[in-house]
């Protein structure tokens, strides 16, 4: 089957969604003015990206999995060699982690995490979520989704566009579960959880697997929605003005919204009509569609996964101060960021994923 077109709007959304969580992580929302609720709660470019992922995956291999032409096994080794790289380098760079987790855990705890987080496992145990890299525990949730999809994309899908939407909103109302019983049962005892509170369940809720896994078929969905829709349509252009509205406008209003709500699953609608709006041929494709971001937006996997990494590289080793760049931080410390994750996606991404390819081959 001929591979469907690239949808390059998309990838330039990603690097605004990968950039938004650095400055989630490394920054003062207020610096960004209007943008400050945006950045806030940056913490939604996670299940953006995981809708996105469930998405893009149906968009290229929904049609194949139906007819039967989408092989499990290459499938896997093809998202296996594609993220593993990456990952892998990040628990190398996070060994000065080390010392810090076996003294936050007990030694079994700290075992477990050794041997849970190399094999994307880490992020069912709720204290080892975050074990050595914080934003790791994404990988353990979206290698469980890989190995799901191929069952997903083989769904049968309703006929007609009201009954795809009606699924849709099925898994919507399923996602706001979650969030939902620990608002109403408060099992950490936390009277307002914001982004700073901490306890079990609430862990629980943010980095297993489980809670975020209607965000990714949500997105498989979506891509069934999509084939609906022209791609030179006006409706995309209203959809995707309208998930970008609603989306600023909830996230405005988010110190008046349950966190445990907001966090995840209320924002899937808008996220849907924001990668909708961008799927089509328009004035808003086009300008996510403009190459800087697209280029940005290639290497965001590597930018998301690797900045904790980089960015504690760039400061315990000094450069900025011995090169008299410090007055320019934190400004300075993010274009060596994403100049580094582009490092990274060309000089060690896309060489092992050829390499593990080759390797996997010869093994056949």
């Known amino acids: 089957m001929r591979k469907p077109a690239r949808l390059t709007a998309l990838t330039g959304l990603r690097c ?11 920054s003062d929302p207020k610096w960004f003015g209007i943008l400050a609720p945006i950045v806030n709660a940056g913490y939604a470019s996670v299940s953006f990206f995981i809708l996105l992922s469930g998405f893009v995956l149906a968009y290229n291999y929904a049609a194949r999995a139906r007819k039967g032409e989408l092989e499990k096994v290459r499938f896997w080794e093809a998202r296996f060699t594609r993220l593993y790289p990456i990952y892998l380098l990040s628990l190398l760079l996070s060994w000065k982690m080390l010392p810090v987790e076996y003294a936050a855990h007990t030694h079994a705890m700290f075992w477990w995490g050794m041997t849970l987080t190399p ?3 880490q992020g069912w145990v709720p204290q080892l ?8 525990w994404t990988m353990a949730a979206e290698s469980f989704y890989y190995l799901l999809f191929p069952w997903m994309a083989r769904w049968k899908r309703p006929e007609r566009l009201g009954r795809r939407l009606a699924a849709m909103f099925g898994v919507w109302m399923l996602g706001l579960v979650p969030g939902t019983l620990y608002i109403i049962f408060s099992p950490d005892g936390i009277p307002h959880p914001d982004r700073w509170s901490w306890g079990p369940w609430l862990q629980a809720l943010k980095y297993t697997p489980l809670p975020h896994l209607a965000s990714f ?12 829709i022209g791609r030179t349509s006006r409706l995309r252009t209203v959809l995707g003005v309208f998930g970008f509205a609603a989306t600023f406008t909830l996230l405005s209003l988010a110190a008046h919204i349950p966190y445990a709500i907001i966090h995840d699953g209320l924002l899937m609608p808008f996220f849907g009509c924001m990668i909708l709006g961008l ?17 940005v937006g290639e290497a965001s996997y590597c930018l998301y996964l690797l900045h904790f ?4 590289l760039i400061h315990d080793s000094h450069i900025l101060n011995r090169t008299h760049l410090a007055r320019f931080d934190p400004w300075i410390s993010y274009v060596l960021l994403i100049a580094m994750a582009v490092i990274a996606l060309h000089f060690v991404e896309k060489p ?7 390797w996997l081959s010869v093994w056949k």
């Open 16 to 26: 605004f969604a990968a950039l938004n969580i650095v400055f989630f992580h490394f």
């Open 119 to 121: 094999l994307l496992l």
């Open 129 to 136: 979520a975050t074990f050595l890299n914080t934003p790791a």
């Open 217 to 228: 078929v949500f997105g498989v969905l979506l891509a069934g929605v999509d084939e609906f």
């Open 279 to 295: 799927s089509g041929n328009n004035w808003l494709a086009t300008g996510f569609g403009w190459g800087p971001l697209v280029f």
């Open 309 to 312: 990494n980089l960015w504690n």
């Open 352 to 358: 092992a994923q050829k390499q593990l390819r080759k």
